[in-house]
């Protein structure tokens, strides 16, 4: 038998590397591998041998693609399904398909009951990348911080409807904040092209820099966000040129992310690395995150509980987790003051099981 990595390829001009990441969790437990398994097309999977496939991470863009090929031999584990696809996915024959390989893994406890209410057996297991510190969890520490795409709404951003107050508000807190963000503004990249674009690049960079500053002063101290790396998971689709390097772009990152002192992030692929690696991390929260279609409420369930949560407000960041507000009581958070979480350890325990038994099994 052969042995595949689940991957998910760029399908347009952005590609969020956290799906990688979730490949390269999938890759530690195989001594090699010989081929990469596309997720949207696995009715179409072709290969000489039967290939073993563990199957985790999001499903799917193209629903109309599932259940997969005769060629493939799946584990269904850290298996998320978005409740808007749900019922495109759960087709008479998918849930056939799923019935027979139950019991199906569920990332989060949403996923585990959609499949539920269709009489397919399924537990939470969590997510998969909780088992990254099997392979790339140090003792190296380099002392930096690193935010990964913190949730902030500037004006222009597709978080936001486009508006006179949103784009007043930006204007007065680049004038407010210019030089509390000269250390750090050219680190941010904007994501979304603004109207400040249209006068100079340095003026957006200056202007999103401002908005997060504002937000984030409340938390943070200066020195810790102006000493910091600003990473994003959303890269361009020409970032990579195959499967092999993007591959290697996701272990950089997480090499990256087990070496810090405090990660800060609104990535769920980025903070369960940190958690696998036994990272600090904040996690930052938001209601307009939570309301998005593919991001839905129920995505998070099972898994908010294993990080330290700061909630994003219009009136500045809240500490929602009990050790988080507490010490935000006394201090702004910084690399001295927020503890590693050890509550994943049972849950990367038990998915480390799973999937071994499994790769055994294929070895028989």
């Avoid at 101290?221 to 990473?231: G, K, L, P, R």
């Avoid at 990367?348 to 790769?359: D, P, Q």
Wanted: some cysteine; overall charge positive.
């Amino acid at each position: 038998m052969a042995n595949g990595i689940l991957v998910c390829s760029p399908g347009s001009h952005k590609k969020n590397v956290g799906d990688y990441i979730q490949s390269v969790a999938q890759e530690q437990f195989w001594d090699t591998f010989d081929v990469y398994v596309e997720r949207e097309s696995l009715n179409g999977f072709k290969y000489p041998e039967k290939t073993n496939v563990i199957m985790n991470g999001w499903f799917m863009w193209n629903p109309q693609n599932f259940p997969p090929s005769d060629c493939i031999n799946p584990l269904f584990i850290s298996f998320h399904l978005v409740p808007v696809i749900a019922d495109k996915f759960l087709t008479p024959q998918s849930i056939e398909y799923l019935k027979k390989h139950e019991p199906i893994g569920a990332r989060d406890y949403s996923t585990m009951n959609l499949l539920k209410k269709k009489g397919i057996d399924s537990y939470f297991s969590s997510c998969l990348t909780l088992t990254l510190g099997k392979k790339y969890k140090t003792d190296k520490n380099n002392g930096k911080t690193i935010f990964v795409d913190p949730y902030f709404p500037y004006a222009g951003t597709k978080y936001n409807y486009l508006n006179l107050i949103m784009y007043l508000k930006c204007l007065f807190y680049t004038f407010r904040y210019a030089s509390k963000i000269k250390r750090f503004y050219t680190n941010i990249t904007p994501e979304h092209r603004t109207v400040f674009s249209l006068v100079s690049k340095k003026l957006e960079r200056i202007a999103v820099s401002s908005f997060f500053y504002h937000y984030y002063r409340t938390s943070f101290d200066i020195d810790t966000i102006a000493n910091a790396e600003f990473v994003t998971h959303n890269m361009s689709s020409a970032f990579c040129k195959n499967n092999d390097e993007w591959m290697e772009c996701a272990r950089r990152l997480i090499h990256k992310y087990a070496e810090a002192s405090l990660v800060i992030t609104s990535r769920i692929h980025c903070g369960l690395p940190c958690l696998a690696v036994e990272t600090p991390c904040v996690y930052i929260n938001s209601d307009s995150l939570e309301n998005m279609k593919l991001r839905s409420p129920g995505r998070m369930e099972g898994l908010i509980e294993l990080f330290h949560v700061v909630k994003w407000t219009r009136n500045g960041l809240v500490g929602v987790t009990d050790e988080i507000k507490e010490i935000m009581k006394k201090q702004k958070l910084s690399p001295n003051n927020v503890p590693v979480k050890l509550n994943y350890k049972e849950y990367a325990n038990n998915l480390v099981k799973t999937v071994e038994e499994f790769v055994r099994d294929t070895r028989a």
